[in-house]
C-alpha cells in the first residue's frame, strides 16, 4: 500500500473538550447526518450498546439502524441495509472536529467524507479532504498506455473509505473497480493498481 498523507489543518489530538464524547455529537446532530433517525432513537441506541445490548430502531423511512462500534471518539452505525455512517471526534485548541464518512452502496461502496464543528457547521472547503480518485491507485512506472486504457475504461470514481487503526484515526481508501469492470478487463489492469492508500491523518 502506498502512504498518502494528508494533513486536516489546526488539528491536534487531545482528550475530549469538557468531558464531551461523540455520543454527545451523535446525539445533538440537528439532521443533516442523520435526518430519519430522531434523537430519543440515538441516544436508546447508545444507552443499549453500552450496557451491552444492540438494538434496532427503525428509522422515518421504515428502515433499520444500528450500532455496530462505539468509543468515546468514534461511532459507526448502519442506518439502512445501504447505507453506514462512522463519526470520529477530534478536538482542537480551539475546537472540536467531527469527521463524517458516509458510505453508499450502490452496490459498489462509495464513500464521502465531510468535516464539521462542534456546532454541526461544515467546516470552510479548503479544510475538507476529498476521496482520493482511481487515479492516484495507479501504481508508479505504469505504462501510459495502460493508464490511458484506464481512463477510457472507467467512466467514473467510486471510492470506499474507512477509519481504521487502534484508535480509528487512519483513513484506508479503496477503489471498486473489481466491482465494475468485466473479469477480463480488471485481469489486464489489475497488477497495475494498489489494493487500496492509506491517508494517514496528522492532527
Not at 498523507?5 to 487531545?14: D, F, G, R, Y
Not at 433517525?37 to 441506541?45: A, C, F, N
Not at 456546532?119 to 492516484?136: F, G, M, S
Request: aromatic share 8%; with cysteine; hydrophobic share 45%.
Amino acid at each position: 500500500m502506498r502512504l498518502v498523507s494528508l494533513v486536516l489543518m489546526c488539528l491536534a489530538v487531545c482528550p475530549a473538550v469538557a468531558g464531551r464524547t461523540v455520543r454527545d455529537f451523535f446525539a445533538s446532530e440537528p439532521g443533516k447526518v442523520f435526518p430519519l433517525l430522531d434523537k430519543s432513537s440515538r441516544l436508546d441506541m447508545v444507552d443499549y450498546f453500552e450496557a451491552g445490548k444492540r438494538v434496532y430502531p427503525r428509522t422515518a423511512m421504515g428502515t433499520t439502524s444500528h450500532i455496530d462500534t462505539l468509543t468515546t471518539s468514534y461511532i459507526k452505525l448502519h442506518t439502512s441495509d445501504v447505507r453506514e455512517v462512522a463519526l470520529r471526534m477530534f478536538t482542537t485548541k480551539r475546537d472540536t472536529v467531527i469527521a463524517v464518512l458516509e458510505t453508499i452502496a450502490i452496490p459498489a461502496l462509495d464513500s464521502r467524507l465531510t468535516l464539521y464543528d462542534r456546532n454541526w457547521k461544515p467546516l470552510p472547503d479548503k479544510r475538507q479532504v476529498k476521496t482520493p480518485r482511481i487515479a492516484q491507485f495507479i501504481r508508479p512506472g505504469t505504462p501510459q498506455r495502460i493508464i490511458d486504457e484506464l481512463n477510457d475504461a472507467v467512466a467514473f470514481d467510486v471510492v470506499e473509505m474507512r477509519f481504521e487503526g487502534d484508535n480509528f484515526d487512519t483513513l484506508v481508501a479503496r477503489h471498486s473497480l473489481r466491482q465494475f469492470l468485466t473479469p477480463q478487463v480488471w485481469k489486464t489492469f489489475a497488477p497495475h493498481l494498489l489494493d487500496s492508500i492509506v491517508v494517514k491523518l496528522k492532527f
